[in-house]
């Protein structure tokens, strides 16, 4: 109890002293699960309940991500508007892969430098109130896809590193084939059932009542996911990743749920798992080799994504835009910690490479959203508000805080 006393205290002044300081509060989370973890004060250790309610935060943060991804706007959108943002995607991956090749970069670095998160550009665009304009819809396009590409590379690098090369592969390969022609199928079947009874459905997401149907009932779809990924040999970030894109899919209404699922999310459990990352995080790992390391893959991930989205952004953006685009395309924070934790979790990353991951983590999440509000800036309406600034802030402090 003291220690879920210390983490939920953290969960308060954390946030509210990073806001002070200009940095996303999950980075202030995660410095100020260092201080309280073994290394500092030793008020909080890795292990029993607190281990516990940061697992479910981890799992609560990918359904979340996955329920982020608007499918309404890549259907308004059209093939030929997500045409820039494919390309743009790829085009990190493949950056990353060359860089890998050519540097000799472990998979687990080649990852983290492709890697394409959706939380933190929603969240510096919502204050920013830049979401709506045509620079936060190719942000937002690009990130939605690079994500979801992400986790799929996440999860076949998590089967690779368990089975290793031949039929053993294959088979783990086939197994998850079967869950994705499954989860196909029931998110078919759900979609079917959600058009017949149209009313029942929406009634239960938007429901206020003290039992909160449509918050249990997509906690209950997540982890259903995640029981079933988990039976098909698949890493467990998936099922909830997959479990949120389902619910975001078949719910064309989804903001009430998505507010109410946020809110417990955010209120709790993944500021433990960010505190917890801070509390594992060893800094004395961090010699002048982790360090430059760590330096060589935060200019790579810049190189990556600035490149695509140059080329390929679309030809209405100034070139001060498509800078923009990259720097906050290039701030991960989420998956880079996802990377770590599952690569710890398997035995492929190291102390020491865990500790430079979480730099890397720490420093695109302070550095590029701060390039990217002033360039993104009108240099016209300087020393004016964005327009819907306000409002936008409001909106997305919820989701701010965690990434």
Same mark, same amino acid.
């Given at each position: 109890?003291?220690?879920?006393?210390?983490?939920?205290?953290?969960?308060?002044?954390? %946030? +509210? #002293?990073? @806001?002070?300081?200009? /940095?996303? !509060? $999950? *980075? =202030?989370?995660? &410095?100020?699960?260092?201080?309280?973890?073994?290394?500092?004060?030793?008020?909080?250790?890795?292990?029993?309940?607190?281990?516990?309610?940061?697992?479910?935060?981890?799992?609560?943060?990918?359904?979340?991500?996955?329920?982020?991804?608007?499918?309404?706007?890549?259907?308004?959108?059209?093939?030929?508007?997500?045409?820039? %943002? +494919? #390309?743009? @995607?790829?085009?990190? /991956?493949? !950056? $990353? *892969? =060359?860089?890998? &090749?050519?540097?000799?970069?472990?998979?687990?670095?080649?990852?983290?430098?492709?890697?394409?998160?959706?939380?933190?550009?929603?969240?510096?665009?919502?204050?920013?109130?830049?979401?709506?304009?045509?620079?936060?819809?190719?942000?937002?396009?690009?990130?939605?896809?690079?994500?979801?590409?992400?986790?799929?590379?996440?999860?076949?690098?998590?089967?690779?590193?368990?089975?290793?090369?031949?039929?053993?592969?294959?088979?783990?390969?086939?197994?998850?084939?079967?869950?994705?022609?499954?989860?196909?199928?029931?998110?078919?079947?759900?979609?079917?059932?959600?058009?017949?009874?149209?009313?029942?459905?929406?009634?239960?997401?938007?429901?206020?009542?003290?039992?909160?149907i449509g918050v249990r009932t997509g906690l209950l779809i997540?982890?259903?996911?995640?029981?079933?990924?988990?039976?098909?040999?698949?890493?467990?970030?998936?099922?909830?990743?997959?479990?949120?894109?389902?619910?975001?899919?078949?719910?064309?209404?989804?903001?009430?749920?998505?507010?109410?699922?946020?809110?417990?999310?955010?209120?709790?459990?993944?500021?433990?798992?960010?505190?917890?990352?801070?509390?594992?995080?060893?800094?004395?790992?961090?010699?002048?080799?982790?360090?430059?390391?760590?330096?060589?893959?935060?200019?790579?991930?810049?190189?990556?994504?600035?490149?695509?989205?140059?080329?390929?952004?679309?030809?209405?953006?100034?070139?001060?835009?498509?800078?923009?685009?990259?720097?906050?395309?290039?701030?991960?924070?989420?998956?880079?910690?996802?990377?770590?934790?599952?690569?710890?979790?398997?035995?492929?990353?190291?102390?020491?490479?865990?500790?430079?991951?979480?730099?890397?983590?720490?420093?695109?999440?302070?550095?590029?959203?701060?390039?990217?509000?002033?360039?993104?800036?009108?240099?016209?309406?300087?020393?004016?508000?964005?327009?819907?600034?306000?409002?936008?802030?409001?909106?997305?402090?919820?989701?701010?805080?965690?990434?």
């Amino acid at each position: 109890m003291i220690e879920l006393l210390v983490l939920v205290a953290v969960s308060v002044l954390a %946030p +509210l #002293l990073a @806001a002070r300081l200009r /940095i996303p !509060g $999950a *980075v =202030g989370m995660i &410095l100020a699960g260092v201080a309280v973890g073994p290394l500092a004060l030793g008020l909080v250790h890795d292990g029993g309940s607190a281990a516990f309610t940061a697992e479910l935060g981890f799992l609560i943060l990918m359904f979340i991500a996955g329920l982020e991804i608007d499918f309404e706007d890549l259907r308004i959108a059209g093939l030929r508007a997500l045409v820039s %943002p +494919l #390309l743009t @995607a790829l085009g990190a /991956i493949a !950056g $990353a *892969v =060359g860089a890998g &090749l050519v540097l000799h970069l472990s998979v687990a670095q080649t990852l983290v430098v492709s890697a394409t998160s959706l939380g933190m550009p929603i969240a510096v665009m919502q204050e920013s109130g830049t979401l709506k304009t045509p620079l936060g819809k190719h942000v937002l396009l690009t990130a939605s896809i690079g994500e979801f590409l992400s986790i799929l590379a996440i999860t076949g690098w998590q089967i690779s590193s368990r089975v290793g090369p031949g039929l053993a592969l294959v088979r783990e390969v086939a197994q998850v084939l079967v869950a994705f022609f499954l989860a196909g199928m029931a998110i078919r079947w759900a979609r079917a059932l959600v058009w017949w009874y149209p009313r029942f459905f929406q009634r239960a997401a938007d429901d206020h009542a003290s039992a909160e149907i449509g918050v249990r009932t997509g906690l209950l779809i997540m982890f259903a996911f995640v029981v079933f990924m988990k039976l098909f040999g698949v890493e467990a970030i998936l099922g909830a990743f997959i479990a949120g894109a389902l619910v975001g899919f078949v719910l064309r209404d989804k903001v009430a749920l998505e507010h109410k699922v946020a809110a417990l999310g955010h209120g709790l459990f993944i500021p433990v798992f960010f505190t917890m990352v801070g509390i594992r995080f060893d800094p004395r790992a961090l010699d002048g080799a982790a360090i430059r390391t760590a330096a060589m893959l935060i200019g790579i991930t810049f190189a990556v994504k600035l490149v695509p989205t140059l080329l390929f952004a679309p030809r209405a953006l100034s070139f001060r835009k498509r800078l923009a685009a990259g720097a906050l395309l290039s701030a991960p924070l989420t998956l880079v910690v996802a990377i770590g934790t599952v690569g710890h979790e398997i035995g492929v990353v190291d102390t020491r490479s865990l500790a430079s991951f979480v730099l890397v983590a720490l420093v695109l999440s302070v550095v590029f959203p701060a390039v990217y509000r002033v360039l993104a800036r009108d240099p016209s309406a300087r020393g004016q508000a964005p327009n819907g600034g306000e409002l936008a802030s409001a909106k997305g402090t919820a989701r701010a805080s965690s990434h």
